[in-house]
């Protein structure tokens, strides 16, 4: 009786052994490597699979999430012998779970002295000048080479960054140095050519207020020249107003006056013959002589002689 109740237990075990080995779960962005009896079955999708007891296995969950994966800094020798260490980075992503897995034994590793010896070749064929300078070119070139030889394990790289090249301590010193003098260059004539502008800006200003005021003096002139021109013509309109007016006077006047005074001359000429004239006191050569008073005068002591 006792025998059978162990001989029960050690079955419920195996029983509950195997179930825990036949259910298994895949989470999302990764995939699962089955195989049976040492050899490969099938990729599982993530989810819960049922595997067979004892026959098969889950070897290996594969991330297919795009990765990150850190290059160690190396020392690399540039075109013109000049010693930099180079550090970099690169992203990739699994496309075949099944060939990561079975296509390379250590991935990291693999990729990791693929990429520093990429990393030698392209930058041993620049100078330090160019290396500097050329980071996009560098990038390029690793990101193209790495693709192409990490295809066949299943993995797609979609870029490679570099992320520093360090000079030795000397050269950059001499580098600092170099910059700063160019910086100081290009201050220099920064402000060369700010003051250049700034001459031409007002000598510019002064030759527009120069023909400001000539354009002003000239319309000054000008409406001057005007005001003085009509002042003259109305002077000239005052006088020939003048002019009518005295002409109209003395056609109104003074024909009325020649004919007296052409009576006077006749007159003066007849008394010097004492010839004896006769004139009324109305008449207006009367009134000339200034005799008017006097002929009223002596018209009025008559009757008292």
Same mark, same amino acid.
């Given at each position: 009786?006792?025998?059978?109740?162990?001989?029960?237990?050690?079955?419920?075990?195996?029983?509950?052994?195997?179930?825990?080995?036949?259910?298994?779960?895949?989470?999302?962005?990764?995939?699962?490597?089955?195989?049976?009896?040492?050899?490969?079955?099938?990729?599982?999708?993530?989810?819960?699979?049922?595997?067979?007891?004892?026959?098969?296995?889950?070897?290996?969950?594969?991330?297919?999430?795009?990765?990150?994966?850190?290059?160690?800094?190396?020392?690399?020798?540039?075109?013109?012998?000049?010693?930099?260490?180079?550090?970099?980075?690169?992203?990739?992503?699994?496309?075949?779970?099944?060939?990561?897995?079975?296509?390379?034994?250590?991935?990291?590793?693999?990729?990791?002295?693929?990429?520093?010896?990429?990393?030698?070749?392209?930058?041993?064929?620049?100078?330090?000048?160019?290396?500097?300078?050329?980071?996009?070119?560098?990038? $390029? !070139?690793? %990101?193209?080479?790495?693709?192409? +030889?990490?295809?066949?394990?299943?993995?797609? =790289? @979609? &870029?490679?960054?570099?992320?520093?090249?360090?000079?030795?301590?000397?050269?950059?010193?001499?580098?600092?140095?170099?910059?700063?003098?160019?910086?100081?260059?290009?201050?220099?004539?920064?402000?060369?050519?700010?003051?250049?502008?700034?001459?031409?800006?007002?000598?510019?200003?002064?030759?527009?207020?120069?023909?400001?005021?000539?354009?002003?003096?000239?319309?000054?002139?000008?409406?001057?020249?005007?005001?003085?021109?009509?002042?003259?013509?109305?002077?000239?309109?005052?006088?020939?107003?003048?002019?009518?007016?005295?002409?109209? $006077? !003395?056609? %109104?006047?003074?024909?009325?006056? +020649?004919?007296?005074?052409?009576?006077?001359? =006749? @007159? &003066?000429?007849?008394?010097?013959?004492?010839?004896?004239?006769?004139?009324?006191?109305?008449?207006?050569?009367?009134?000339?002589?200034?005799?008017?008073?006097?002929?009223?005068?002596?018209?009025?002591?008559?009757?008292?002689?």
């Amino acid at each position: 009786m006792n025998a059978g109740i162990v001989v029960l237990i050690i079955i419920l075990v195996l029983v509950a052994l195997a179930l825990g080995k036949s259910i298994t779960v895949i989470r999302q962005a990764e995939k699962g490597i089955v195989e049976r009896l040492g050899k490969y079955k099938e990729t599982l999708d993530p989810g819960l699979k049922f595997l067979v007891p004892f026959m098969d296995s889950l070897v290996s969950k594969i991330d297919m999430r795009e990765t990150v994966l850190d290059i160690a800094p190396q020392p690399v020798i540039t075109k013109d012998n000049v010693t930099v260490t180079v550090d970099a980075v690169v992203y990739y992503f699994v496309t075949d779970a099944k060939a990561v897995r079975y296509e390379v034994a250590n991935f990291f590793n693999a990729v990791s002295k693929l990429a520093q010896t990429n990393i030698r070749n392209v930058v041993g064929e620049m100078s330090l000048d160019e290396s500097l300078t050329s980071r996009e070119r560098i990038n $390029a !070139a690793l %990101t193209t080479t790495l693709d192409e +030889a990490t295809d066949k394990w299943g993995v797609k =790289v @979609t &870029r490679v960054e570099v992320k520093e090249i360090e000079p030795p301590r000397d050269i950059s010193d001499a580098m600092s140095k170099q910059m700063k003098a160019e910086r100081e260059k290009r201050a220099t004539i920064l402000e060369a050519e700010a003051y250049r502008e700034k001459q031409i800006l007002e000598a510019e200003g002064d030759k527009q207020n120069a023909i400001l005021v000539a354009e002003g003096d000239r319309q000054k002139e000008i409406l001057t020249a005007e005001g003085d021109k009509q002042a003259a013509i109305l002077r000239a309109e005052g006088e020939a107003q003048a002019i009518e007016n005295v002409s109209r $006077a !003395a056609d %109104t006047f003074f024909i009325g006056n +020649a004919q007296l005074f052409k009576q006077l001359d =006749v @007159t &003066r000429d007849s008394l010097q013959d004492n010839t004896k004239l006769v004139m009324s006191d109305q008449s207006r050569l009367v009134n000339v002589l200034g005799l008017a008073e006097s002929l009223r005068a002596g018209q009025s002591d008559s009757p008292s002689k």
